[in-house]
C-alpha cells in the first residue's frame, strides 16, 4: 500500500522550477530523499503539504486527495524540520498544551513516553535545547497524535555525528513500530544507514526513485591513473574528477563489466558526487 502518492508535482519560480515530480512512499518504509543544497527537497515538501501552493500535480496521502481532505490528513502526519518555530523563551510544557489543542487524537501516555525517551525537561524554553533536543522535541510532538507518516525536511543537518546517530537509531525504531518516513537529506551517509528506498533529486527533476540496494548496486567506483584513460572508457564512465593520485569516476556496472573494469561498490556519497559532474 502506497502511503503517500506525487504526480507530477511542479512548482515554478524565476530562477527555479520543481518539475513534475513523482514518487511514492509505502506503509512502513523509510525512503531517503537526496540531492545537493538547492536540488529542490524542500520547495517538494512545501508543495506536497500546500505549505507553498504547486502550479501543478496531484498529492494523495493515505488513497485519498491531499487538497479535498487537508484537514484530516494532517491528523494523520507529522512535519519535523531542523529547526523550531516556537516561541525561543516559552517553555515547552506551554507550547505542548498549545499544540494539543490542535489533535483530537493527542494521548499523554504517548507524548510522556517520548519525552521521557528522548529526556526532554518541559521546564525548558527552546532557547535552552541544543539542535539535536530540538529536533526530538519535534519528534514527541509528532508521534503524541500517532502520526502515521513524518515528514523529515533535514533533519540531521547541523548535527554533530553523535546526535545524527542517535536521531538515525530513533528512526529505525519507529519504522520498526509501523511508522512510515519520508526524509530529506543531503548527508547520504545517513540513509545508508536507516533508508529502505531512495529517490533522488537533481535540479528540480527526479533522477531516481527505487531501492536503495538496488540503486547502489547500479554502480561501480572506479580509479584511473592518468595514462589508463581511453576514449572508449571516457565515454562510458560518469562524472571524471581528478583525485589525488589520477582520477575517479563511477561507471554503470554493465558498462564496467563491458569495459573490464572491476572498480569497487559504489556508496551513495560518491555516485551523487560523481554524478553531480555529468
Known sequence: ??????????KR???????????????????????????????????LLN???????????????FVANELAIKQRIGFVSGGIDYYPRSKLSAISEVTR?????????VYREYMNLFALDENK?????????KVKYNLALALSHHAELLILDEPTSGLDPVSRDEL??????????????LFSTHITSDLDKCADRITYIRNGHILASEELASFRQKYRALTFSDDALTNEIRDKIIGLKPAKVGFTAIALEADAQFLGL?????????????????
Open 125 to 133: 524554553t527552546p532557547s535552552q535545547l541544543s539542535a539535536g533536543m
Open 262 to 278: 572491476s572498480g569497487s561498490p559504489a556508496d551513495l556519497d560518491t555516485i551523487m558526487v560523481h554524478l553531480e559532474k555529468e
Open 1 to 10: 500500500m502506497h502511503i503517500l502518492t506525487i504526480e507530477g508535482l511542479t
Open 168 to 181: 538515525l537509531d530513533i528512526f529505525n525504531m519507529l519504522a520498526q513500530k509501523g511508522t512510515s518516513i
Open 51 to 65: 505549505i507553498v501552493h504547486p502550479d501543478a500535480g496531484m498529492v494523495h496521502f493515505f488513497g485519498v486527495p
Open 13 to 47: 519560480y524565476p530562477t527555479f522550477t520543481l518539475d513534475s515530480v513523482s514518487f511514492s512512499v509505502k506503509a512502513g518504509e523509510i525512503m531517503g530523499f537526496i540531492g545537493r543544497n538547492g536540488a529542490g527537497k524542500t520547495t517538494t515538501l512545501k508543495a
Open 101 to 109: 489543542r490542535f489533535y483530537p487524537s493527542w494521548d499523554p501516555s
